[in-house]
């Protein structure tokens, strides 16, 4: 623990939300999309779309995973690299009627886009919502 840490935060850790990795899923194959309209009847889908080059994209992606807690463990998350998967984030588009954006994310339940936000609008604490 630094110095700065030792002053400013409380060793008493009781009162902080447990931080959990977010269980990403690489989205990789266009069939998995089939597979998400699939799913989403059994439990809502996530999909975030990330572009590895922007850097609101990386913070945002940042600030979704620091504020992800295991309230939010009854959904399962898909990853996109919009950059190397551009034809599948075109596929989403199509697939799910939402407009292209990055970084974006998208909600599926019942094979139906639910929900989409970009930018700041991203907010993992919305998934508890819906």
């Known amino acids: 623990?630094?110095?700065?840490?030792?002053?400013?935060?409380?060793?008493?850790?009781e009162d902080q939300p447990e931080k959990l990795p977010v269980p990403w899923i690489q989205l990789t194959q266009m069939e998995t999309l089939e597979e998400i309209a699939e799913d989403s009847h059994n439990q809502s889908i996530a999909i975030l779309k990330h572009s590895t080059s922007c850097g609101i994209s990386r913070m945002v992606l940042r600030q979704f995973e620091q504020n992800y807690g295991p309230d939010t463990d009854s959904v399962k998350f898909y990853f996109l690299d919009l950059l190397s998967y551009r034809d599948?984030?075109?596929?989403?588009?199509?697939?799910?009627?939402?407009?292209?954006?990055?970084?974006q994310l998208i909600v599926i339940k019942d094979g139906k886009s639910i929900y989409d936000a970009s930018h700041s609008e991203i907010d993992v604490n919305k998934l508890k919502t819906l």
Do not use: C, L, T, Y
């Open 1 to 13: 623990m630094g110095f700065f840490d030792k002053i400013f935060k409380s060793e008493n850790n």
């Open 88 to 103: 599948i984030s075109n596929k989403i588009a199509s697939r799910f009627n939402v407009p292209h954006q990055s970084p």
